[in-house]
């Protein structure tokens, strides 16, 4: 295990998005498991898989998932609020009643296309934790922001209005970060190991400044275009305590080859 990293744990998520009936999330799910070594599983020390479906397919994948399996189940978002007259929305106690184990909060796609707000994210960052919900949550920067070279300033901004209702407490092991920027996610591009570094140590950074050690220690991913041709040096970058992996998750050679590249690095 790369020394830097220690302490920290690893974590592989695929994230399916708007794919798969539920049978065929199932067959996946299924063929996920039977493809990883049972050693890559074995310890604290070795890597953490995690699938998201649909909300339609958290049942039908349930029986590969924690506890009755090895894998983490994931949803693909979460309501703010716990139940109501809110149509359409799916609360956290829903979600656990599904199986799921976590929630991914923030998702640039919920961000772009269904306008959600940092101050929706951030309630929806307190509701889940406040719940038990482990969380992936997602920040970024658009190509133009980079482009302007304010990505780092950024991507600190979209996480300080995340964690304007959090209390150190919910630091816990519970809460990891991904750095998805926008311009990489289904697009082919990858940011370079040493963006990806840069922008994690700052994201680090600001954690440690504001949350001491539970602030460092969180997990950070990076997510936007990981393959099984890129994954390695991405984790050789140091930084990179895993991936949140969208189009590449769909076909399970390609994510055992990231997971593997996860155990390796
Ligand atoms: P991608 O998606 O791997 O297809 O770029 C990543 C994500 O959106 O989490």
């Keep these: 295990m790369n020394e ?3 302490g920290r744990e690893r974590w592989i998520v695929g994230n399916w998005k ?3 009936l539920r049978l065929e999330a199932e067959a996946l799910a299924r063929a996920v498991v039977a493809a990883i070594p049972d050693e890559w599983f074995e310890s604290d020390d070795t890597v953490h898989v995690g699938i998201a479906p649909t909300y339609l397919s958290l049942e039908a994948v349930r029986p590969w998932t924690r ?5 983490w189940l994931f949803a693909q978002d979460v309501a703010a609020q716990e139940s109501g007259a809110f149509t359409g929305e799916v609360g956290p106690a829903m979600l656990l009643d599904a199986g799921a184990r976590g929630a991914i909060i923030g998702h640039s796609e919920r961000r772009a296309y269904y306008g959600e707000t940092d101050a929706m994210v951030a309630r929806k960052l307190r509701g889940a934790l406040d719940a038990g919900l482990r969380v992936i949550l997602c920040v970024g920067e658009t190509l ?3 482009q302007a070279g304010n990505h780092e300033s950024h991507v600190i901004s979209q996480l300080s209005k995340a964690f304007s209702h959090l209390k150190g407490e919910h630091l816990g092991h519970h809460l990891m970060i ?3 920027p926008v311009w990489a996610i289904g697009t082919g591009n ?3 190991p040493e963006d990806a570094r840069a922008m994690h140590q700052a994201i680090r950074g600001w954690l440690g400044a504001h949350y001491g050690s539970a602030g460092a220690d969180r997990s950070i991913l990076y997510g936007g275009s990981v393959k099984a041709t890129n994954a390695a040096e991405l984790m050789a ?3 990179i305590d895993g991936f949140l992996v969208g189009g590449a998750s769909l076909d399970v050679e390609s994510f055992i080859r990231i997971i593997e590249s996860a155990v390796a690095g």
Excluded at 67 to 71: D, M, S, V
């Design 4 to 6: 830097s990293r220690s």
């Design 18 to 20: 708007q794919n798969l």
């Design 67 to 71: 506890p009755a399996g090895p894998l």
């Design 144 to 146: 133009e922001i980079r």
């Design 178 to 180: 991904a750095y998805e």
């Design 190 to 192: 990858t940011a370079t």
């Design 237 to 239: 970058a140091g930084e």
